[in-house]
């Protein structure tokens, strides 16, 4: 199945005071530390959801701003599912440095025509910001924005989910760093000692 990628960078960046995209880790920006390990999935195209398009033009990626505004995280999908040229779309949050390409691959191999969503679980919890979505699931995310409800997994029990438990992403990443999120500056500072 043909597999759009979409980088999620609208967010507000309250906690960390300033855009976690262009954060430095490890002589690269958050966005471009994601960027360098999904860009080689098989993806037809990349798109990015930015609600401040100017600041990532450099990347020369096309960008859509929010469908929605100020819905958050699950606005963002519902943005990226909406312009994304396949039926599938792999969503990855821009402030996710430790991202790993053996592990999307993997990932996308789990997708088929009886999959709604491919999602990883932490201690039985999905990353839902490191997911495959078809658009199969636009329509009960747009009833649950229009309910103005934010939490992205609400609508999963609406769909066919394959969940990624340790055991099955455990080979590719056998620490669970992919799942790392930077909300604050104490965040950042972990994730340098981790690169270093």
Do not use: W
């Amino acid at each position: 199945m043909p597999v759009s990628l979409a980088i999620i960078a609208g967010g507000q960046s309250s906690r960390m005071g300033r855009d976690k995209a262009f954060l430095e880790l490890g002589g690269l920006t958050l966005i471009e530390r994601v960027l360098a390990a999904s860009a080689d999935l098989g993806q037809s195209e990349t798109i990015l959801i930015a609600n401040k398009p100017d600041q990532y033009r450099h990347l020369g990626l096309p960008m859509y701003t929010d469908i929605l505004p100020d819905k958050g995280s699950l606005g963002g999908i519902y943005t990226a599912l909406t312009q994304a040229a396949n039926p599938a779309t792999l969503v990855l949050a821009c402030d996710m440095p430790f991202i790993k390409t053996d592990l999307l691959r993997f990932m996308i191999a789990q997708l088929d025509e009886e999959t709604d969503i491919v999602v990883p679980r932490v201690d039985g919890y999905p990353q839902a910001l490191h997911a495959i979505y078809r658009k199969t699931c636009l329509a009960p995310i747009r009833a649950q924005l229009d309910e103005n409800r934010l939490k992205i997994i609400r609508f999963y029990n609406q769909m066919r989910v394959t969940y990624l438990d340790e055991a099955d992403y455990a080979p590719y990443d056998a620490e669970a760093r992919s799942f790392i999120n930077l909300n604050t500056p104490a965040e950042l500072e972990r994730a340098r000692m981790l690169i270093e």
